[in-house]
């Protein structure tokens, strides 16, 4: 093991985030205050989307979405294999049931065809996953979800920022959720945000993030003072705070920054490794751009000797961090026995995962490491070949 090892990712946190959070802590004001008013304003501008409604995950924020479109357990949320079970689970809290669907091979992006086929009568809600940062089809996507008085949630947790011909996500469907966990493009260590239109929405996300407690009641009664709250529905715990606030206003301003010095890394590693026969990377669509929260490449098992498992161990060994995005849904053990699933159904997803692994790509990264990521990649290429 080499000392100076890649990490796979590490947050790009500078003197910026360290005086917002110093600031926040001698305010007095570390639960949800001002700061993550600032913030979630600050967001909304940023996307170009009316309501920004931060809370403490992705999973917080698309649980509270369904909740608001009304979901119950005889419906189903359809919903993409290849990607984090979170995206699936949220069906599973209402007693719903999540209708996997399999990707196109070429993007890893849910495949339009599929889902078409995989709409009943009781399809309620489909998630589209922007796998990596790349966009899924969303004018098919949307025009099917019209076709049927079916609702979209976006699982935007890779896309920020992302564009789809011109228009940015989060501004595309009725509801869209990011996330701000410790790896993804904007951190602010746990964190979510719900970007909607929808006034409704919006109102019913709000009040049901904390505790049901309804503001607007609050207001009506309150002549006696600021000690009164109205709970109007059993809610959750799922708001955000200044402390992670201090941190996403921080990182806001620099998102595109970020974005940029990712872009040349995704395309330093595409122009290094696009004729390499000993992996495949993800195809590109020409009328969107990616965020590259990800740069996933598929082994070319056949020609090699070694399995992914040992590739990624033969990269740690010298001295790079590799993940797995992911382990598609339908392989994990309670998805698999409660909802009766098969591999052979999910050919695209089951055949990608065996050969999946994701590079490091985040701006700290100097050019000496990308280049030398691209070195020992291809090395390791050439000495396993068959
Ligand atoms: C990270 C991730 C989530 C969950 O985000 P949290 O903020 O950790 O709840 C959901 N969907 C996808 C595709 C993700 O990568």
Redesign the pocket.
Known sequence: MTEDFLAFHKPFISEDEIEEMVDTLRSGWISMGPKTLQFEEAFGNYIGVKNSIAVN???AAGHLTLEAFGIGKDDEVIVPTM??P??AEIACYFGAKPVLVDVEDETLNISVDLLEKAITPKTKVIIP?HYGGQPCDMDEINALAVKHGIRVLE?A??ALPAVYKGRKVGTISEVTCF???AT?TLSTG?G?MICTENEEISERCKVMRLHGINRDAWNRYNESGSWYYEVVAPGYKYNFTDLQASLGLAQLKKVDLMWQRRKEIAQRYTEALKDNDGIRLITMKADRESSWHLFPIRLNLEALKINRAQFIDQLKDAGIGAAVHFMPVHMHLYYKETLSLDDKDFPAATNAFHRLLSLPIYPGMTEAQVERVIDVLTSLLSKFRK
């Open positions: 995950s992705w999973t990607t984090f979170a995206t996953v699982d947790a890779h996330s701000f966990y993804k746990e979510g």
